[in-house]
């Protein structure tokens, strides 16, 4: 088998990506390399990276091609989506790698952790994802507050995540400095101490716009006295 051969086989078992180091330890040389993206058998992604040409046509292969590249773990909002969060703004792909290692892929960002551990990290269709817990951490450090609250109550509500396990965490990652960890746990403290059932999207949005009108806020799960408890 040709090593262009290999090469081939190589990307279509990964994404259909693959670096200049993988394809040199395949016996390709950068001459030979560029001499196939020119023939258009490959296609160049970024400074040392590859495609075969038709990958990029996923919806997600960007995602998955600094997912893989990068070594990163996919984050913020696009973890909030693959969970099935909302409202979520819409953003370019959101990936996180440890502190130290490369963090430039085009069209991606990439935050950088040092406190981002195994423990906290999802397997979900090949792809390494912040749980639910650890992702609504990370996106407290970039949401406003009343999106943060409506994100919060809306996966709480839909059971994505559950309230005492996103406070452990937060009480084990919390440190003096660390992006919103004063507004989540706020958010948190005041979901402690409600009665019954978190609000429902639905509900959120009732509630902040008899908020913006001036009027006070409802009495959730109002029980009419004259039923039975």
């Given at each position: 088998m040709s090593t262009i051969a290999d090469v081939i086989e190589f990307a279509r078992r990964n994404e259909g990506v693959f670096t200049f180091q993988e394809a040199s330890a395949l016996g390709v040389s950068r001459k030979l390399l560029a001499s196939r993206v020119g023939d258009g058998i490959f296609v160049r992604i970024t400074r040392g990276v590859y495609a075969l040409p038709g990958s990029a046509t996923r919806a997600d292969f960007t995602m998955r091609a600094a997912h893989r590249v990068l070594n990163a773990v996919v984050s913020h909002e696009s973890a909030g989506r693959i969970h099935g969060m909302g409202p979520l703004p819409v953003t370019p792909p959101s990936l996180t790698v440890s502190h130290r290692s490369t963090h430039q892929f085009p069209g991606v960002v990439v935050h950088q952790s040092t406190d981002l551990l195994a423990t906290h990290i999802d397997v979900i269709e090949s792809l390494r994802v912040t749980n639910p817990s650890r992702t609504i951490?990370?996106?407290?450090?970039?949401?406003g507050p009343r999106r943060l609250e409506r994100v919060v109550d809306s996966s709480l509500a839909a059971g994505i995540v559950g309230l005492d396990a996103l406070g452990e965490l937060l009480a084990s990652l919390s440190r003096r400095g660390k992006p919103?960890?004063?507004?989540?746990?706020?958010?948190l403290e005041d979901r402690f101490d409600l009665p019954g059932r978190v609000p429902t999207e639905l509900e959120r949005r009732l509630i902040d716009l008899l908020l913006d009108a001036g009027l006070p806020p409802p009495h959730s799960e109002f029980k009419a006295p004259w039923l039975k408890p």
């Open positions: 951490i990370d996106l407290a450090q970039t949401m919103g960890v004063t507004t989540l746990r706020r958010i």
